[in-house]
């Protein structure tokens, strides 16, 4: 993969996954899929799928791997987006894969994320990560990512009465 651009901040986070969503030209309905783990990924799951909310897309969180557990994202009044209800059917036009699920101790393997990606023929794979996450983990030889987006978060500053 070739770095193409450093940006700061959560809009550096936001901006490209929204501008890639818009470029492949996904129609109403479509749906995005984010893989993660339960509690870790979930709030920047939700982060992401705000910043995509007006595009019209069917949004879906899957915990772990497992597609049987899936939630629909749903945009909440006063609050954001939130996972509630299942959907009818998973049928992911892009598959956005968390970098939680490359962290130790974590049951998934790239190995995996290879086959649930070889399960879903003709989809876009976004890759978001923090901290090299998914470079640490081995998994940029095996997964073959469309687009990766990694953040860093250092330093991280903690000031106390």
Same mark, same amino acid.
């Given at each position: 993969?070739?770095?193409?651009?450093?940006?700061?901040?959560?809009?550096?986070?936001?901006?490209?996954?929204?501008?890639?969503?818009?470029?492949?030209?996904?129609?109403?309905?479509?749906?995005?899929?984010?893989?993660?783990?339960?509690?870790?990924?979930?709030?920047?799951?939700?982060?992401?799928? $705000?910043? !995509?909310?007006?595009?019209? %897309?069917?949004?879906?969180? @899957? *915990?772990?791997?497992? &597609?049987?557990?899936?939630? /629909?994202?749903?945009?909440?009044?006063?609050?954001?987006?939130?996972?509630?209800?299942?959907?009818?059917?998973?049928?992911?036009? $892009?598959? !956005?894969?968390?970098?939680? %699920?490359?962290?130790?101790? @974590? *049951?998934?393997?790239? &190995?995996?994320?290879?086959? /649930?990606?070889?399960?879903?023929?003709?989809?876009?794979?976004?890759?978001?990560?923090?901290?090299?996450?998914?470079?640490?983990?081995?998994?940029?030889?095996?997964?073959?990512?469309?687009?990766?987006?990694?953040?860093?978060?250092?330093?991280?500053?903690?000031?106390?009465?």
């Amino acid at each position: 993969m070739t770095n193409t651009e450093t940006l700061r901040g959560v809009p550096g986070i936001l901006r490209p996954f929204k501008e890639y969503l818009q470029k492949i030209g996904l129609a109403a309905g479509d749906q995005v899929v984010y893989y993660g783990c339960v509690g870790t990924c979930t709030p920047f799951v939700e982060l992401l799928a $705000v910043a !995509v909310r007006g595009l019209q %897309l069917q949004q879906v969180f @899957v *915990p772990l791997l497992d &597609e049987t557990k899936a939630k /629909l994202l749903h945009d909440v009044p006063d609050v954001g987006m939130q996972a509630d209800g299942s959907p009818a059917a998973l049928h992911p036009k $892009v598959l !956005v894969i968390m970098g939680g %699920l490359a962290m130790p101790n @974590v *049951p998934v393997t790239k &190995e995996l994320v290879q086959a /649930l990606v070889a399960r879903h023929s003709n989809v876009k794979v976004i890759g978001v990560c923090f901290m090299s996450m998914f470079e640490k983990a081995g998994w940029c030889d095996t997964v073959s990512f469309d687009l990766m987006i990694d953040a860093t978060i250092d330093p991280v500053r903690v000031v106390r009465k």
